[in-house]
């Protein structure tokens, strides 16, 4: 009878002095107000309000941005979720296009705590047709990218289902998560 010789195969251990690091970065989705109507601390207080109460029992994940500085933004921590009431502020991305946004966020997210893969766009329409504009980034590529309306209410929940559900979101498919609330969410608003 021939004996083998195998190694055993182990996973490491966590020890108290090298525990594992959990990946944080992108687990908020930044609102970008483009438009200066948005800057209405009440529409922002409403907007989050709505969002949040859709499924109170997930994370809050929605981040208003106040700056454009990108060291200010890679500082954030995976627990800044921007809470209602809001204070009035001057978005520093007034008058710039979906396209400039994703740039931005692009050049300015990887490696923060906020996602440069989907992000929403509170804009000129936002109040008077209660949707954000919801951008998808398929990768860095500002141009890879696919974006539709939703209704703000569901923000917060399409956030958290994109970001931080590992069999859906982070590297698992957020594109599909996606396309099921375009086809649900949106379209299916549209016949009625």
Not at 37 to 62: D, G, R, V
Not at 98 to 110: N, S
Not at 131 to 150: G, H, K
Not at 176 to 191: D, E, N, P, T
Request: some cysteine; aromatic content about 8%; overall charge neutral.
């Amino acid at each position: 009878m021939s004996r083998f010789c195998l190694p055993i195969l182990t996973k490491p251990t966590s020890t108290p002095t090298n525990p594992p690091v959990p990946d944080n970065s992108g687990l908020l989705v930044s609102i970008i107000c483009t438009d200066e109507t948005i800057q209405s601390s009440q529409l922002l207080t409403q907007i989050l309000t709505e969002a949040y109460a859709k499924n109170p029992n997930i994370p809050h994940s929605l981040v208003v941005l106040p700056t454009d500085s990108k060291s200010s933004i890679q500082q954030l921590p995976p627990d800044s979720a921007t809470q209602p009431p809001l204070a009035p502020f001057k978005s520093p991305f007034l008058g710039m296009k979906e396209a400039d946004v994703a740039e931005f966020i692009a050049r300015t997210c990887p490696g923060s705590a906020i996602s440069s893969k989907l992000f929403y766009i509170a804009d000129d329409q936002t109040a008077a047709t209660g949707n954000l504009q919801t951008v998808f980034m398929y990768s860095n590529n500002p141009w890879d990218r696919a974006s539709f309306p939703m209704e703000w209410e569901f923000a917060n929940v399409t956030a958290v289902g994109v970001m931080r559900d590992p069999e859906r979101g982070r590297g698992g498919g957020g594109e599909k998560l996606l396309s099921l609330i375009w086809k649900g969410v949106y379209r299916g608003k549209q016949g009625s």
